[in-house]
């Protein structure tokens, strides 16, 4: 019997010679490889840096990677999108991106993962972020929210497992709730749902006003060579409009929410928000004590939802 009611906190430990995960998926053993992947959002900036490194990978995934071509998906008005497209069964399993394009960790990962086991998958970039057309510059939260709902609507085949990262997280649930009939479950990692508008509200009001008047937002950033990155505040008043968390979030499909407790970007309080506002009752919060996400952690979870709403 399914149990209801089923929000859960748990605090998951690293252990020596790596973590221990129940029932991993099965597989074929593989080498050590792996790749560093550091997304900027709208306060690290909207780029990404890749850079080769060294790390347990999962234990089902294969040493030498299959290469899967870009393909576009046209739309009338809107900028062409760039994705990269699995077939097998059902449920789907789509990626949607923090500030990043397709070819971050997490995507690249589930991506094998979705390989072994013969499951559907997408991932894409977002308008304006790597191979698909659109300014970057002109690009909002709004807009990003399309792009995603394109996706589902003209490539997504049957029922979907939606798994966000950072911002997409955000705008998973955006996708819950606009299209209840073909999204069947949610993955959240390091969920940064109102992230920007959060972060601006939190700042003294003569700052705000200041920033008004300018119309740019120029935050200091460890990350920017300069010191600070520069926020049009059209885009912080176009977010506005897509906050989730001053109400109930009308999401009824299960949802497990991964967040780093040292995640110095989004705090993990944040994905608690998110449990105690969605109406789903099959809610779970898995918290690590560590600042990135566990890939093996990760695709365990989308294997049990997968079987749960199959």
């Known amino acids: 019997m399914k149990r209801q009611n089923s929000f859960k ?14 029932n991993p998926p099965a597989g074929v053993p593989c080498r ?13 900036g909207l780029s990404t840096l890749l ?5 347990r990978a999962p234990r089902w995934l294969p040493a030498c990677r299959q290469k899967t071509s870009i393909s576009f998906l046209s739309r009338p008005d ?20 923090g500030y990043i394009n397709m070819n971050g ?5 589930i991506e094998e993962f979705c390989k072994s086991l013969g499951h559907t998958y997408i991932r ?14 002109e690009c909002t939260v709004g807009k990003w929210r399309k792009d995603v709902l394109s996706i589902i609507d003209n490539l997504g085949e049957g029922p979907q497992i939606l798994v966000g990262s950072s911002l997409g997280g955000w705008l998973t649930l955006h996708a819950a709730i606009a299209r209840p009939q073909k999204v069947v479950a949610l993955v959240g990692i390091d969920t940064a749902v109102d992230g920007l ?5 939190q700042l003294p009001v003569e700052a705000k006003k200041e920033i008004e008047m300018k119309g740019v937002w120029s935050m200091p950033s460890k990350y920017s060579e300069e010191g600070v990155y520069h926020i049009q505040y059209s885009v912080i008043k176009e977010a506005e409009h897509h906050r989730l968390l001053h109400s109930p979030i009308p999401v009824n499909c299960p949802i497990r929410l991964l967040h780093g407790m040292k995640d110095d970007i989004v705090p993990w309080r944040t994905s608690m928000q998110v449990a105690d506002r969605v109406v789903s009752t099959d809610v779970d919060v898995i918290l690590r004590k560590k600042e990135k996400a566990d890939i093996q952690l990760l695709v365990d979870l989308i294997d049990k939802l997968s079987t749960v709403v199959n």
């Open 51 to 55: 850079a080769p490194k060294a790390e």
């Open 9 to 22: 906190m748990e605090h998951l430990w690293d252990l020596p010679g790596g973590t221990v995960v129940k």
């Open 78 to 97: 809107l900028p062409n999108l760039a994705y990269k497209r699995l077939k097998g069964k059902s449920p789907g399993i789509i990626f949607i991106p």
């Open 32 to 44: 050590r490889w792996g790749w560093m992947a550091i997304s900027f959002g709208f306060h690290h």
């Open 124 to 137: 894409f970039d977002y308008s304006g972020v790597g191979n698909s057309d659109g300014n970057l510059e």
């Open 105 to 109: 960790t997490k995507a690249l990962a």
């Open 197 to 201: 508008v959060t972060q601006f509200n």
